[in-house]
């Protein structure tokens, strides 16, 4: 079984910066791909970022796009979310995801991590 940790969730003001950091233990070997995701208050987990841990590849959604930079550490099975110029609709739980197969989805995810961004 793989397990995630996420930190670095916490409030800031709109228009600083918070880095997020999510690490896989246990059976990590063959993560490939790692994720965040974030959820607003009574809707479905939406899509935020995505790195393929061989390669690289970075993938955004358009409201983050330029904001957020994703990376990873392919040996240490971590990526890190850093996110930049915070509006207050960043406001989430973010959850981090990981996955052994390029496919739709993922299996493993961590309990997530609360941004508030207010003035």
């Known amino acids: 079984q793989v397990q995630l940790a996420e930190s670095g969730g916490g409030l800031v003001q709109p228009g600083t910066s918070l880095r997020l950091s999510c690490a896989a233990s246990?059976?990590?070997?063959?993560?490939?791909?790692m994720a965040w995701f974030r959820q607003y208050p009574g809707q479905d987990r939406e899509f935020v970022a995505q790195?393929?841990?061989?390669?690289?590849?970075?993938y955004y959604r358009d409201a983050v796009r330029g904001r957020f930079t994703i990376s990873g550490d392919r040996a240490k099975k971590t990526n890190y979310l850093q996110m930049n110029s915070l509006k207050p609709e960043d406001t989430a739980v973010y959850y981090c995801?990981?996955?052994?197969?390029?496919?739709?989805?993922?299996?493993?995810w961590g309990q997530g991590t609360q941004v508030t961004v207010s003035s």
């Open positions: 995801a990981a996955d052994e197969q390029i496919r739709a989805g993922f299996d493993y």
């Open positions: 246990g059976r990590a070997s063959y993560i490939i791909r």
């Open positions: 790195i393929y841990l061989i390669g690289g590849h970075t």
